[in-house]
């Protein structure tokens, strides 16, 4: 898919639910593996603690805007 | 489930084909409910609190912030029950059912990307919620946060993009959604008779002051009422969730030649009724 290359469907892997040639899907692999590093993850625990904080202001904000408007 | 090469399901190919799996997957959706009621109370009380503080409810914001962020921490449960319930979706359609406890188990990037997905749509929601108009345009994002959570790529970045992606068919979605709204509408009714009933039942059986159940019951109760829009949303929700997942795939199968795939399974299906 990745690619654009035609590939029967006896060669075609299927991953996820989309069909990849074999380069691809180790390319593919390849990523999931080097991403799920320690540094990934402190980094998305970062963005979503930040945005956990964020959107309880914001969904505070808008709870009192709403009410205010009944 | 499967449409001939170059033909997209219709809006009522996608409701057929997401009863089709809910109805596959009856444990998972009693998870899902689990795990989302008290996310969805909390969110409910929250909001008719608002409405009975009424112009007082600006004032009320160190009232509403622990409240804000429980509804927040309670979602988190309610997103994993959202992938569960994927999950089971996915593995009705193509492989074998997995033990007891194992099919609660979520992959940890999964969560991850549906978590982000879900907290960036939510916050735009709230954003956009005073204009009253532009809210019911995000509705689909919140769940296609959940759907594409599974098969966003590898990177947990890809899942806001992909979220976005599923407005490909906007005409077939907004039409799909017309008829969930149709159907919440109708399992709010459903509910509200069914709570009812339970309540008379109640003051029959237990000789209980029928005055009090009335004005608890009654529409004019602002916790009432969020309470049964929050139960009838959350009978709605596998439907929805369903329904988002076909309408997912059925993109998907257009840029992957899944669909070839179907094709040629649907043709050999043929090929061998033909020969029995």
Known sequence: MRCRKVVCQECALTWEGVNHCRPCLEEVRGQARRRSSWWAWSAWAVVLAGLFLVTGLVLTWATALWGNRW | MSWRRGEEPGTLDLLDDGVELMTRSWSAVGVLWVLALPARAALALLLALAVKLGELSE?????????SYLVLVLGIATVHGRLVLL????????????????????????LARGLLATLVVFLLLCVISPTLVLPPFLLPALGLASVVAAGAGPGWRHAIPATFAGYARPGRLAAVHGLLLLGWLVATLNLHLLVTLGAEAVVQLFSVDPAGWVARLSFRNPDYVALLLAGSSLCIEPLWLAVLAVHRDALRARSSGEDLRWWFEELRRQERREAA
């Open chain 2, 59 to 67: 004032l009320a914001g160190p009232t509403f912030l622990p409240r």
């Open chain 2, 87 to 110: 999950q089971a979706y996915r593995r009705a359609r193509t492989g074998p059912a997995p033990a007891r406890w194992s099919s609660l188990r979520v992959p940890p990037g999964d």
